[in-house]
């Protein structure tokens, strides 16, 4: 059974490490947990800092910053006009609590106003109720939307990313958003080696990102942390040993993937590029500061 607790944060923008170069400055997520309930998901580890488990409670037991709307009208006054923000880096900004509890709209409405840049990473068709707001955000490329997609065999998303969209839905959402003149682009990532990553099913997924008409593609391939390591492939073997087993040999005791499966794939990957003709970057985001938006700061 699902529960939703109200949360009280002491703050909601959080700054990236010092040294780290994600091309945002702070990170803004509504919700903690996420009932897409992904296998792979690295954000899992954060709800043992609740006393939680990484398993099922991570996918259950959601919290909802109540005091979103407040913090973040404060927060907002205390950054630079450059500051860059995104929204989902740990847990889905639409997922389906999200369609009660209009957390991720509130925040937009507040970027919007502020006219500082942010970006939106999301699994989910539900950000197309929000095209109202985001539409002019986007048509003046103030914010930019990344649409995660892996792979396009249904099935094996049901495996590893059960609580989310089909993948043809979310790549729907790719062709609406783009539609609207939003800067839309999709997340390959993590690319899983045995499950989705072999050169027919890859060419499938980048002829499919093209003809929706993504502006750009990011890709990465799957990092096991210590916490989640024994978790995921609990969860991969009973459907697919044969993978399971390539990914320990591949993976050995390191968090990311054996030196020369990158390399292979990283070849296969610019010739896709190529075929495809995908950019690997988003198009460059501006503030759009007026005298009006001067008074958040
Ligand atoms: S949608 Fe994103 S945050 Fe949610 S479980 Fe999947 S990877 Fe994690």
């Known amino acids: 059974m699902r529960t939703i607790r109200q949360w009280q944060a002491s703050t909601v923008l959080n700054r990236t490490a010092?040294?780290?170069?994600?091309?945002?400055?702070?990170?803004?997520?509504?919700?903690?947990?996420c009932s897409h309930g992904c296998r792979y998901c690295y954000a899992r580890e954060s709800h043992a800092y609740l006393g939680l488990n990484i398993r099922e409670d991570f996918e259950r037991?959601?919290?909802?910053?109540?005091?979103?709307?407040?913090?973040?009208?404060?927060?907002?006054?205390?950054?630079?006009h450059d500051g860059v923000i995104a929204i989902g880096t740990v847990t889905d900004p639409y997922q389906p609590l999200e369609?009660?509890?209009?957390l991720t709209r509130m925040a937009?409405?507040?970027?919007?106003?502020?006219?500082?840049?942010?970006?939106?990473?999301?699994?989910?068709?539900?950000?197309?109720?929000?095209?109202?707001?985001?539409?002019?955000?986007?048509?003046?490329?103030?914010?930019?939307?990344?649409v995660s997609v892996i792979s396009l065999d249904r099935n094996l998303i049901k495996r590893l990313e059960p609580g989310a969209p089909p993948p043809r839905r979310r790549l729907e959402t790719v062709r609406r958003l783009s539609q609207a003149n939003i800067p839309v682009g999709v997340f390959v990532?993590?690319?899983?080696?045995?499950?989705?990553?072999?050169?027919d099913d890859?060419?499938?997924?980048?002829?499919?990102?093209?003809?929706v008409?993504?502006?750009w593609v990011m890709t990465s391939t799957t990092r096991l942390a210590p916490a989640l390591r024994e978790y995921f492939f609990d969860e991969i073997h009973p459907f697919d040993p044969?993978?399971?087993?390539?990914?320990?040999?591949?993976?050995?005791?390191?968090?990311?993937?054996?030196?020369?499966?990158?390399?292979?794939?990283?070849?296969?990957?610019?010739?896709?590029?190529?075929?495809?003709?995908?950019s690997r970057t988003p198009p460059i985001l501006r503030p759009h500061i007026t005298k009006e938006q001067l008074s958040f700061f």
């Not at 890859?202 to 003809?211: N, P, Q």
């Open 61 to 80: 037991k959601l919290f909802a910053k109540q005091n979103l709307a407040q913090r973040l009208s404060a927060e907002l006054t205390r950054i630079g």
């Open 242 to 278: 044969k993978a399971a087993l390539q990914m320990r040999r591949l993976y050995g005791p390191r968090q990311y993937v054996d030196f020369t499966y990158r390399r292979q794939l990283s070849r296969l990957l610019d010739r896709l590029y190529r075929r495809y003709s995908l």
């Open 189 to 199: 990532a993590p690319i899983i080696p045995g499950l989705g990553d072999s050169p």
């Open 18 to 33: 010092r040294g780290q170069n994600f091309g945002f400055h702070y990170s803004l997520n509504p919700y903690r947990g």
């Open 213 to 215: 008409g993504a502006d």
């Open 99 to 102: 369609g009660s509890q209009r």
């Open 202 to 211: 890859l060419d499938a997924l980048f002829s499919a990102i093209h003809a």
């Open 108 to 146: 937009i409405e507040l970027l919007g106003q502020s006219g500082l840049v942010f970006t939106i990473t999301t699994k989910s068709p539900l950000v197309e109720r929000d095209l109202d707001l985001l539409a002019p955000l986007g048509q003046r490329r103030q914010v930019a939307i990344q």
